[in-house]
T-cell receptor, first 115, second 114 residues
């Protein structure tokens, strides 16, 4: 069974600084997708960034980028120029390519942004 | 595109009662998912539909839980004989289908069983 582990229950960053959230996963599949989702307090989950396992290039979306290390099964999220609105719970998620795309989530990392 | 909607947003019920939740996906999305999220944890997969067909169910979905998606549009999740352990946020998500792996989540229904 696939598992996703986020070893940092909480992280904090100063506004305008950079922070990296860690995620590791375990799978025997060769083709899969990895995601970072953001869940602000009392608000719905939104997709931050997606990485296809077959792509060697790391995904980037504006201030958000990932460091995808397939051999190490590591998928970290870097947030640059942190903003107060980035404060949220961040979930790393895995989806195999061939089973309906259901997501397996990690435990989450609560990110605090200090002004 | 009005997004995924869920109703009700909050439900308080007494142990032993039945409850039903509704999810309306984004209109052109043919896949619909249900997840359960307990406080401080990541969501856990419950079940998913491709159009009206329920294609996968998690072991978490005991026989007290049933989900339907008639006509491949909205979906309902029913919990019979609720237990205190059923207290959680129930999330619905939808996606375009086979060639899109991005799931769009609704705001969730928070269930409290007293």
């Amino acid at each position: 069974a696939q598992t996703v582990t986020q070893s940092q229950p909480e992280m904090s960053v100063q506004e305008a600084e950079t922070v990296t959230l860690s995620c590791t996963y375990d799978t025997s599949e060769s083709d899969y997708y990895l995601f970072w989702y953001k869940q602000p307090p009392s608000r719905q989950m939104i997709l931050v960034i997606r990485q296809e396992a077959y792509k060697q290039q790391n995904a980037t979306e504006n201030r958000f980028s990932v460091n995808f290390q397939k051999a190490a099964k590591s998928f970290s999220l870097k947030i640059s120029d942190s903003q107060l609105g980035d404060a949220a719970m961040y979930f790393c998620a895995y989806s195999p390519e061939t089973s309906g795309s259901r997501l397996t989530f990690g435990e989450g990392t609560q990110l605090t942004v200090n002004p | 595109d009005t997004g995924v909607s869920q109703d009700p947003r909050h439900k308080i019920t007494k142990r032993g009662q039945n409850v039903t939740f509704r999810c309306d996906p984004i209109s052109e999305h043919n896949r619909l998912y249900w997840y359960r999220q307990t406080l401080g944890q990541g969501p856990e997969f419950l079940t998913y539909f491709q159009n009206e067909a329920q294609l996968e169910k998690s072991r978490l979905l005991s026989d007290r839980f049933s989900a339907e998606r008639p006509k491949g549009s909205f979906s309902t999740l029913e919990i019979q004989r609720t237990e205190q352990g059923d207290s959680a946020m129930y999330l619905c998500a939808s996606s375009l289908g086979v060639y899109s792996y991005e799931q769009y989540f609704g705001p969730g229904t928070r269930l409290t069983v007293t």
